[in-house]
Nanobody, 120 residues
Framework: QVQLVESGGGLVQPGGSLRLSCAAS????????MGWYRQAPGKQRELVAV???????NYADSVKGRFSISRDNAKTTVYLQMNSLKPEDTAVYYC??????????????WGQGTQVTVSS
């Protein structure tokens, strides 16, 4: 069992910055993928950024150059640094944790979600 606790959401003006955190605890696999997804009202949930324990990262085209995903040294906490925020970034952001076994996803866990609102 893995528990995910998200923090860092809030209200910010366009062009501002915000940093989200997601701390994982419990039965942590050394091979995993952690990422951030977001969902705005009336829209589908979309992938924002992902980070593998091996060091690889990927970003949605809409956030490239503005957002950055990173981990702590133990690789049990993932961060999403969001810069140059736009109103279109307004959504509930969810942390995702996937355990990897033999290059396959064996388990998946979700955080509770944190609201990010970008408005002037």
């Amino acid at each position: 069992q893995v528990q995910l606790v998200e923090s860092g959401g809030g209200l910010v003006q366009p062009g501002g910055s915000l940093r989200l955190s997601c701390a994982a605890s419990g039965s942590i696999s050394s091979f995993n993928v952690m990422g951030w997804y977001r969902q705005a009202p009336g829209k589908q949930r979309e992938l924002v950024a992902v980070s593998s324990s091996g060091g690889g990262t990927n970003y949605a085209d809409s956030v490239k150059g503005r957002f950055s995903i990173s981990r702590d040294n133990a690789k049990t906490t993932v961060y999403l640094q969001m810069n140059s925020l736009k109103p279109e970034d307004t959504a509930v952001y969810y942390c995702d944790f996937k355990k990897i076994r033999a290059s396959l996803v064996s388990e998946e866990y979700w955080g509770q979600g944190t609201q990010v609102t970008v408005s002037s």
